[in-house]
């Protein structure tokens, strides 16, 4: 099992990462239970039915805790300091705690109230689709995996948690916390951000002219990712505010010397502009 080993692994949130978690355990042979704690009794009703996870529940107390010396925490950032307050005092000696938040600076307050066994984990896999009825069990092979680990980190827990994702076929890579929260806050936050501005752009401009009946392919794969859920994304915006703001200043003075070379016309610069852009998007596949 790649040095992978669990009794049993708890799941708190359990929908589409969540799910796509357990079905992936299966998937790779793990053989322990593999529970699932969500606040939403549907998403653990449907968990269980789809066979995604062993046994579920809404209520902490509920749980076998004797039984599980792993938790993955995969609800929205912003749950997770509550249910790291839940966490403890229940948890085993030796259990690990981890996550799969798409922000990453929250581990140090997670830490303050779980101590050296919670290890930040952000799998770069996903899509706009939410709810365990989404989930696949391929979702994490091939796929970069990042694991923040500060000063405090337990280099036991470190371990176990690099083991469980190398175990899932991820690929993975290291980085601290803040370096994680620029890069992501570029490459991820920001185009979602501008993706959702985009569409709202649309609803403005829409009068006498429904522009939602026209997109064709293009608007549609830039800003698919605008249907993605909105808690979630609410939530990854105000954790990662400071990078974010700043990504997005340079995002509007980009937009501001198109804008610039368009309204004076100047049609030299303006092919330059849009060759340089065009080779280096191409460079990235
Ligand atoms: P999702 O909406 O499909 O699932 C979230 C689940 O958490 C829901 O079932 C919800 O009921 C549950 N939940 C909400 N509050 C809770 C609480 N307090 N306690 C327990 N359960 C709670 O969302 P998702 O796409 O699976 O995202 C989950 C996490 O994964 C987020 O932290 C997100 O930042 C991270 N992530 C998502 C993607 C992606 O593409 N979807 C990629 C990387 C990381």
């Known amino acids: 099992m790649d040095g992978f080993s669990a009794e049993g692994i708890l799941i708190v949130g359990l929908g589409f990462m969540g799910g796509s978690l357990a079905k992936a355990l299966k998937k790779r042979g793990f053989s322990g239970p593999v529970f699932g704690l969500d606040v939403n009794p549907e998403a653990v009703e449907r968990g269980k039915k789809l066979g995604v996870v062993d046994g579920g529940w809404t209520d902490y107390d509920s749980v076998p805790w004797k039984d599980v010396d792993f938790v993955i925490l995969a609800s929205p950032v912003r749950t997770f300091e509550a249910i790291a307050r839940n966490l403890k005092g229940r948890l085993k000696k030796e259990a690990t705690v981890s996550d799969l938040g798409s922000t990453k600076r929250l581990v140090y307050r997670l830490e303050e109230v779980l101590g050296p066994r919670f290890v930040g984990a952000h799998p770069i896999a996903g899509t706009e689709k939410s709810g365990v009825e989404h989930?696949?069990?391929?979702?994490?092979?091939?796929?970069?995996?990042?694991?923040?680990p500060t000063e405090r980190t337990d280099p036991f827990h470190l371990e176990r948690v690099k083991n469980l994702w190398t175990f899932l076929g991820s690929k993975v890579e290291f980085m601290s916390p803040e370096l994680h929260d620029f890069v992501f806050g570029v490459v991820s936050h920001l185009p979602h951000a501008v993706a959702f501005a985009l569409v709202d752009t649309l609803r403005a401009l829409s009068g006498e002219v429904d522009l939602f009946k026209y997109p064709g392919a293009g608007f549609k794969d830039f800003t698919r990712i605008a249907a993605s859920d909105p808690t979630m994304w609410r939530d990854i915006f105000l954790e990662n505010k400071d990078n974010l703001l700043k990504s997005i200043e340079s995002f509007k003075n980009s937009l501001e010397r198109l804008e610039k070379?368009?309204?004076?016309?100047?049609?030299?610069?303006?092919?330059?502009?849009?060759?340089?852009?065009?080779?280096?998007r191409r460079g990235l596949d």
Do not use: M
């Open 135 to 148: 989930a696949r069990a391929d979702l994490y092979e091939g796929k970069k995996l990042i694991i923040t």
């Open 261 to 280: 070379l368009i309204k004076e016309e100047r049609a030299e610069e303006l092919k330059e502009y849009l060759n340089e852009i065009s080779v280096l």
